[in-house]
Every structure is written in structure tokens, then in C-alpha cells.
């Protein structure tokens, strides 16, 4: 390969979370492992890879010019967006009008529920569920309402039409929050199950906000569909929300971006986006987005997207091999794993805090499932080298799920 993704990169004392804030936050992060164990990062959703070398080239050459003053997104910025969409996932008609910056995809989804909802209001929500949608709703004063994936005789995650359709009826919703691919379980939509979801926001006039942050991280075989893409209707009612941070690993730096063809939509929401004046962007996370969507970044995306394809195929098979009761589905897109350890936790009487306390003892640091409803579930990072990975399953072979305690 031409880039690295095999090196083990030390992020400590680099302002990481992941490393650093191991046993910092009680209840949220993981706890320090036991002596003569290091670390293995495998909870919050960033990379353990350094980034593609344009982004630093593009920040390090706007920096040596010695100002940083009040400045406007320049036109590079936009067609950069414009020409990843469209090489990337076939968009067309995109035009730099529609694009709108956000300070991130969760100050997206609150500008857009308070444009269309109000507080006490019930908002339409798929589970398992993204901690960050959990927190940003409930922070805002929503009314969550979740419609639970459904997995499968394959034990692939599926949407519930006739539930979601009862769930908006019932509680007269009228936005609800998407999730494309699906955080945490690994869904990558088809077109036919989009189709199926659109119909009936469209049926009950209820405006989707399309969270499409791991749109690029899309494993081999299987391809993202814009959920704007879909029909007439999902083009003018959807706002999907974007961000080179996943992609990249560029969460550090904040910078996303919305995609709103309505003119009305738009409106609506950068009216709200810009009233409390919080929401302008870094003069560096513009360069950066520049330096990411480059042609190295192409290449660089496709790499990476073998690499986290190996990466889960083997954490998977291993799962399938030596970890009897624990059941996962392969995932189609994300670097993370969904496991569910229901089954063990029973035949081995153990609850799910005390799996996830044992594989923090050897320096997993994975992280609860149930921030995320899933009752005993563990969501795990593989963005990291292979190497970091097997070392992790062995341990927790070794000293967890095959262990004595």
C-alpha cells in the first residue's frame, strides 16, 4: 500500500481522548487497565492511523502566513465538496448554494429539530442508537421515540416499516433522525429499504435529517446510497449532514457540512444555525477539508476501506470461532463492531458490566453497548492496525470470554 496503516502510532500526551482519558470519566470511559497491560484503544470512534499527508501539507502552508483573521469559505472549499459527492457517490446537480458548514453533524440534527419541533415534541429514532443522538435530544428537550432494528434470520439489522409507521401515528411525529450507514450496528442501506423509509416519512409529511458522517467508510462489496438520492421527495425534505472527521480522522479539528436542496428547508435551518452565533468555521478545518479531498485523499479512503475490511473480517471470524454465545453481524459499513454477549452472559452467569470491567483489566478498551440500547451489547473500534487487533482478540480470548474469573 502506499500509505501507512500498519505503524503503531503514539497518541499519548497528544491531546487523545481514546488514551488519555482512560479512566477519566467514570460511567463513560473505560477504566485503566491493570499493570503490565498497555492500552488498546477500541472505544471512541476515531482512528488510530495518521491521516492522509495533504491535510497536514494544506494546514502547514496556511500557516505560514502570520495572520488568521475573519475570512469566507472560498470557492475551492465548495467545489471540493462538490467534486467529492460527485465522484464518490454519483451526485449530480449539487451546486454550492446547497452546502452550509456546521460547527458538527449533532449541531445539524438540534438546528434542524428546533427549525421543525419543538421542545416535549416526539422525534422518530432507529435502535440501537447513536449515544450522541441520545444526548443531543434529550439535552434539547425531545421526546425520543425509538423504532428498534430487527435483526433477521441471517442476523442482519433490518428496519421495522410496520413499527416505524405505528411509532409516528401514534405520537404524531414529524421529523425523525436517520442514520446512513447505520452507528452502531453497520448497516449500509440498499435502495429498496431507503425507498421503504421514504415512502412513509413522505406518507405523515415527517422531514428526515440524514446523518451520513461514515458515508466513505463503506466496505468491499457494498455501496452508500444518498438518502437525498433516493426519490423527488427525499431530495427536497431530507438534510443530510457530512463531515471529512470520520473519513479523515479530523474530529479534533470541527468542521461538517449540511446538504439542503429546499430553499425553504435551508432557510429554516441556517436560521436557526446562526442565531446563537456559535456556528462559524476554523480558518484551518477549511484547509484541511481542502487537503483531505484531494486526489491523494481518493486514494488514500480506498485503502483505508481494504484495510477496515480485513480488520473486520477477522474480528468476526474470530468472534465466530472462539467465542461461543456471542453473536455479531459482519458489517457492511463504520469501523465498529455491535457484539451482542447476551447468550454468554447467560450460560456463563456473568452480567455485561462485568465482561466489559474484564476486558478493560487487560487493556481492551472497548465501551458499553448499553449507551447505545443495546442491553448487553459492546461496541468496539477496529481502526487500528491489524496487528493492535489480533493482539486485542487474543486477550480477550485469553483472559475473557475463555477465561477463568
Given at each position: 500500500m502506499k500509505y501507512d496503516f500498519t505503524s503503531i502510532m503514539d497518541r499519548h500526551g497528544k491531546d487523545a481522548i481514546a488514551v488519555d482519558g482512560i479512566g477519566s470519566m467514570p460511567g463513560f470511559t473505560p477504566e485503566k487497565p491493570d499493570e503490565g497491560f498497555d492500552v488498546i484503544p477500541m472505544w471512541i470512534a476515531d482512528m488510530n492511523f495518521p491521516t492522509v499527508p495533504t491535510i497536514q501539507e494544506?494546514?502547514?502552508?496556511?500557516?505560514?502566513?502570520?495572520?488568521?483573521?475573519?475570512?469566507?469559505?472560498?470557492?475551492?472549499?465548495?467545489?471540493?465538496?462538490?467534486?467529492?459527492?460527485?465522484?464518490?457517490?454519483?451526485?449530480?446537480?449539487?451546486?454550492?448554494?446547497?452546502?452550509?458548514?456546521?460547527?458538527?453533524?449533532?449541531?445539524?440534527?438540534?438546528?434542524?429539530?428546533?427549525?421543525?419541533?419543538?421542545?416535549?415534541?416526539?422525534?422518530?429514532?432507529?435502535?440501537?442508537?447513536?449515544?450522541?443522538?441520545t444526548m443531543s435530544l434529550t439535552n434539547n428537550g425531545f421526546k425520543i421515540v425509538h423504532s428498534p432494528l430487527q435483526k433477521n434470520a441471517d442476523g442482519i439489522w433490518r428496519m421495522d416499516y410496520e413499527d416505524m409507521e405505528k411509532k409516528i401515528q401514534e405520537n404524531h411525529i414529524h421529523v425523525a433522525i436517520f442514520c446512513s450507514p447505520h452507528n452502531p450496528?453497520?448497516?449500509?442501506?440498499?435502495?429498496?429499504?431507503?425507498?421503504?423509509?421514504?415512502?412513509?416519512?413522505?406518507?405523515?409529511?415527517?422531514?428526515?435529517?440524514?446523518?451520513?458522517?461514515?458515508s466513505d467508510i463503506i466496505l468491499d462489496g457494498y455501496k452508500h446510497i444518498p438518502t437525498q438520492s433516493v426519490n423527488a421527495w427525499a431530495h427536497d425534505h431530507v438534510v443530510a449532514l457530512y463531515a471529512p472527521s470520520k473519513t479523515f480522522n479530523l474530529a479534533g479539528l470541527v468542521?461538517?457540512?449540511?446538504?439542503?436542496?429546499?430553499?425553504?428547508?435551508?432557510d429554516r435551518v441556517r436560521a436557526k444555525s446562526s442565531k446563537p452565533h456559535y456556528n462559524d468555521m476554523n480558518v484551518l478545518?477549511?484547509?484541511?477539508?481542502?487537503?483531505?479531498?484531494?486526489?491523494?485523499?481518493?486514494?488514500?479512503?480506498?485503502?483505508l476501506r481494504q484495510v477496515i475490511t480485513g480488520n473486520?473480517?477477522?474480528?468476526?471470524?474470530?468472534?465466530?470461532?472462539?467465542?461461543?454465545?456471542?453473536?455479531?453481524m459482519?458489517?457492511?459499513?463504520?469501523?465498529?463492531?455491535?457484539?451482542?454477549?447476551?447468550?454468554?452472559?447467560?450460560?456463563?452467569?456473568?452480567?455485561?458490566?462485568?465482561?466489559?470491567?474484564?476486558?478493560?483489566?487487560?487493556?481492551?478498551?472497548w465501551q458499553d453497548g448499553r449507551m447505545f440500547h443495546g442491553p448487553q451489547s459492546i461496541r468496539l473500534n477496529l481502526a487500528l492496525p491489524l496487528s493492535r487487533v489480533q493482539e486485542a482478540f487474543e486477550r480477550l480470548d485469553k483472559y475473557v470470554f475463555n477465561g477463568n474469573w
Open positions: 494544506a494546514i502547514i502552508e496556511r500557516t505560514k502566513h502570520p495572520a488568521y483573521g475573519y475570512f469566507q469559505p472560498s470557492d475551492e472549499y465548495y467545489n471540493s465538496i462538490i467534486q467529492w459527492h460527485e465522484k464518490r457517490n454519483g451526485v449530480t446537480g449539487l451546486s454550492k448554494e446547497h452546502i452550509g458548514y456546521e460547527n458538527g453533524v449533532l449541531g445539524g440534527v438540534i438546528s434542524t429539530l428546533t427549525a421543525y419541533a419543538a421542545p416535549g415534541d416526539a422525534v422518530l429514532v432507529h435502535s440501537p442508537t447513536y449515544i450522541g443522538f450496528c453497520g448497516r449500509v442501506w440498499q435502495k429498496d429499504e431507503l425507498e421503504k423509509a421514504m415512502a412513509i416519512y413522505e406518507k405523515y409529511d415527517v422531514t428526515v435529517i440524514s446523518d451520513e458522517i461514515w468542521g461538517s457540512y449540511h446538504i439542503i436542496y429546499n430553499q425553504t428547508l435551508r478545518s477549511m484547509h484541511a477539508l481542502i487537503g483531505a479531498y484531494k486526489p491523494e485523499g481518493y486514494e488514500w479512503i480506498d485503502e473486520i473480517n477477522y474480528a468476526v471470524d474470530f468472534i465466530n470461532e472462539h467465542f461461543e454465545g456471542v453473536e455479531v459482519r458489517p457492511e459499513g463504520t469501523y465498529m463492531l455491535f457484539i451482542d454477549c447476551a447468550k454468554w452472559c447467560q450460560k456463563h452467569g456473568k452480567s455485561i458490566e462485568e465482561v466489559e470491567k474484564e476486558g478493560w483489566r487487560v487493556g481492551v478498551a
